[in-house]
């Protein structure tokens, strides 16, 4: 498909979903289970604390509920976990993607693509893969959306999941899941490799906390 042609399509895609906000603006909210603090803060050798948000942060997210943690192990870097869970999203409460919200945080992308992700299940899905950078920092993020059991790259795939799901279930919960830690100049791979296995026990924790 040429650039016009993806172009036509994401306007579609946005009409759809801001018709499908708009329609299913009450009654069709879906809440957690467990909240997300129930996520154990001990994982696989990494040991969790919760990091606090300024009140103003979460209202201008309006999610229904966050975690946002740092997680720590003896031999690596850390791992900062944020998840942020819409109970239903609506005209003007919605996700913000992070390639918004980095840079207005002082992270400038570097890279940006996709990478296979492997699942609890042994199969594959796809995951947004970033660099940024803070002046001499740099860091690899890891995100993607979470919802009724899909894991999904794409914020325009999201919304179409979004709007078949809310004819078809009344439902437009879903969940932002971003995984980051920052990149050691001596053993880049190192950075990689730990950021994908709490990537993976992440998505092993989260069964049962993240509606399906």
């Known amino acids: 498909m040429n650039l016009r042609g993806r172009a036509w399509l994401m306007i579609v895609v946005l009409t759809l979903a801001a018709a499908a ?5 009450q009654g069709e909210a879906v809440p957690l289970s467990k909240p997300l603090s129930a996520l154990p803060l001990q994982l696989q050798g990494w040991q969790g604390v919760d990091l606090p948000l300024e009140p103003r942060i979460v209202q201008a997210l309006g999610v229904s509920d966050f975690l946002d943690r740092a997680y720590q192990s003896a031999d690596h870097r850390p791992v900062f976990l944020y998840v942020g869970y819409y109970k239903s999203q609506r005209t003007g409460v919605s996700i913000h993607s992070p390639k918004n919200c980095l840079p207005g945080t002082g992270w400038e992308p570097v890279t940006a693509g996709r990478v296979a992700l492997p699942l609890p299940n042994g ?15 740099r860091q690899l993020v890891l995100y993607w959306y979470q919802s009724h059991g ?3 790259a794409s914020e325009y795939r999201g919304k179409v999941y979004m709007v078949l799901d809310s004819l078809r279930l009344h439902r437009t919960d879903a969940a932002l899941v971003r995984v980051s830690s920052p990149i050691a100049k001596e053993d880049e791979q190192a950075s ?9 026990e992440f998505l092993a924790q989260s069964a049962g906390i ?3």
């Open 21 to 25: 906000l708009h329609h299913l603006s």
């Open 123 to 137: 199969e594959r899905t796809i995951v947004n893969q970033y660099v940024v950078e803070n002046g001499l920092r």
């Open 150 to 152: 899909r894991v999904i």
């Open 192 to 200: 990689y490799n730990q950021v994908f296995a709490f990537a993976q």
């Open 210 to 212: 993240i509606p399906d």
